[in-house]
């Protein structure tokens, strides 16, 4: 088979994939308490998202995303903790996994973006090695393709011309209380995300990365992850006063 009739066929494969309600949104959803940083109070559809800093929040998107039936492809993320995105909720059978994309992962990504929902590009095109800077002529090109198919493009890392940017860092980690001195485990723990999109302010707000009981689970019920507001609500900077000098 031909190079082009095998990326026609795997189109129509990823197009079959996404059939259900989701697909008709506009919005891809984030967790509940961190929709209030996005304008629309998600993921727009057609767009490119940027995220630096902590791994925790692309993980709670995944994992919200493919709650509400969105399909997720991961393209060079080899080392992506998918054991604990599905501890965060996440429904790994709609989750396509590329870990070693091969010399071109931009390519393979904006196949990608013909039939999945959400894309998710790593900094990794495989063991040892970094996907290094993105031309904006190539930058442009995926972003167009996304636009095309109302696929949203989420790269971990600086993107050029990117139309939301998530910046987020773990600032504490929370241990369940040790039972003998030298044991215990970390229950959670406290991300500042801040969110800058085109057109709108600034936002950001502080988040508990927290499990019911910190950790301790409830007796025949397992026990989900969650990302819960802290520190009150999000935060925006008050537009600035204007004054007429006479």
């Given at each position: 088979?031909?190079?082009?009739?095998?990326v026609e066929?795997?189109?129509?494969?990823?197009a079959?994939?996404?059939?259900?309600?989701?697909?008709?949104t506009?919005?891809?959803?984030?967790?509940?308490?961190?929709a209030p940083?996005?304008?629309?109070?998600?993921?727009?559809?057609?767009?490119?998202?940027?995220?630096?800093?902590?791994?925790?929040?692309?993980?709670?998107?995944?994992?919200?995303?493919?709650?509400?039936?969105?399909t997720?492809?991961?393209?060079?993320?080899?080392?992506?903790n998918l054991?604990?995105?599905?501890?965060?909720?996440?429904?790994?059978?709609?989750?396509?996994?590329?870990t070693?994309?091969?010399?071109?992962?931009?390519?393979v990504a904006?196949?990608?973006?013909?039939g999945?929902?959400?894309?998710?590009?790593?900094?990794d095109?495989?063991?040892g090695?970094?996907?290094g800077?993105?031309?904006?002529?190539?930058a442009?090109?995926?972003?167009?393709r996304?636009r095309?198919q109302?696929s949203?493009?989420?790269?971990?890392?600086?993107?050029?011309?990117?139309?939301?940017?998530?910046e987020?860092?773990?600032t504490?980690y929370?241990?369940v209380p040790?039972r003998?001195s030298?044991?215990?485990?970390i229950?959670?723990?406290g991300?500042d995300?801040?969110v800058?999109?085109?057109?709108?302010r600034?936002?950001?707000?502080?988040?508990?990365?927290?499990?019911?009981?910190?950790?301790?689970?409830?007796?025949?019920?397992?026990?989900?992850?969650q990302?819960?507001?802290?520190?009150?609500?999000?935060?925006?900077p008050?537009?600035p006063?204007?004054?007429?000098?006479n």
């Amino acid at each position: 088979m031909a190079r082009s009739e095998e990326v026609e066929a795997l189109r129509r494969r990823l197009a079959g994939m996404s059939g259900d309600a989701v697909a008709e949104t506009s919005v891809l959803p984030v967790p509940e308490a961190m929709a209030p940083l996005f304008p629309r109070r998600g993921l727009s559809r057609g767009t490119v998202v940027a995220s630096t800093g902590a791994i925790t929040v692309p993980m709670a998107v995944i994992a919200e995303a493919t709650r509400a039936g969105a399909t997720v492809a991961l393209v060079g993320l080899p080392r992506l903790n998918l054991a604990a995105a599905m501890d965060m909720g996440a429904d790994l059978s709609r989750v396509a996994v590329v870990t070693e994309p091969g010399v071109d992962p931009l390519e393979v990504a904006g196949v990608l973006l013909d039939g999945i929902d959400l894309v998710v590009l790593g900094p990794d095109l495989g063991p040892g090695r970094k996907r290094g800077p993105v031309p904006p002529s190539r930058a442009r090109v995926l972003a167009g393709r996304a636009r095309k198919q109302s696929s949203t493009l989420l790269v971990l890392g600086d993107w050029p011309g990117a139309s939301v940017r998530i910046e987020s860092e773990v600032t504490e980690y929370r241990h369940v209380p040790a039972r003998r001195s030298g044991f215990g485990r970390i229950g959670g723990f406290g991300v500042d995300v801040r969110v800058t999109a085109s057109g709108a302010r600034p936002s950001s707000g502080g988040f508990d990365l927290v499990a019911p009981g910190m950790g301790e689970a409830t007796p025949g019920e397992k026990p989900v992850l969650q990302l819960v507001a802290a520190h009150g609500s999000v935060q925006r900077p008050s537009r600035p006063a204007l004054a007429v000098a006479n």
